[in-house]
């Protein structure tokens, strides 16, 4: 056998070897990077879904808080039954460092939110809205920023006909106390 067709021979393996590791490095990343992906879909929507549950038994409660015993405990276990804190630990481990942000001021809004209605203020009550719409407007601004990072556009405003995100301008109550509406400049 001559040297030239043992070196050709070798080089060629070399070079299928080199090819198929690399190959295979590509796809693991690409995996790893649609397993992320998805794991950081299912986080985003589980939280907001969990905010959401909190959210709506916290306005039941301010809508029928006479009824409720002990409103502390009662909206302590809005938060706990609709399991936020354990998916905000999740999203604070899958989460780019922006939706982590967004999804924490979220968070500490609801949890004012919670304060407010624990401390009795009623649906209709000045006390109760001048919580609720900064809680709406950390919540559209969670939504645009995880629409923005996996679908690399957001929602506006406007495409609802709306001049903020924070509901006022659409709220009886505080079109009623002539509350200001001028939009949140964002």
């Known amino acids: ?39 950081r879909r299912d986080v985003y929507t589980e939280f907001i ?46 989460a780019s460092a922006r939706i982590a942000g967004t999804g924490q001021t979220m968070f500490e809004r609801l949890r004012a939110l919670r304060r407010t209605v624990a401390a009795g203020a009623g649906i209709s009550t000045p006390a109760f809205h001048d919580i609720y719409h900064p809680y709406l407007d950390a919540v559209w601004a969670y939504r645009e920023a995880v629409r923005n990072e ?13 001049s903020a995100w924070d509901g006022r ?4 109550h505080c079109g009623q106390r ?3 509406t001028a939009p949140d400049q964002r």
């Open 1 to 39: 056998m001559e040297w030239g067709t043992l070196v050709a021979t070798l080089g060629g393996g070399l070079i299928a070897i080199a090819g198929t590791v690399l190959a295979d490095r590509l796809r693991t990343r690409q995996e790893h990077r649609r397993g992320l992906q998805a794991r």
């Open 49 to 94: 879904a969990a905010a959401g549950a909190a959210h709506t038994e916290l306005r039941r409660l301010a809508q029928s808080g006479a009824e409720a015993t002990d409103l502390e405990e009662a909206s302590r276990l809005a938060l706990t039954d609709a399991r936020i804190y354990e998916v905000r630990e999740r999203l604070f481990l899958d």
């Open 150 to 162: 996996l679908e690399g556009h957001a929602l506006t405003p406007t495409d609802f006909g709306w």
């Open 169 to 172: 301008e659409r709220c009886p």
């Open 178 to 180: 002539g509350t200001d």
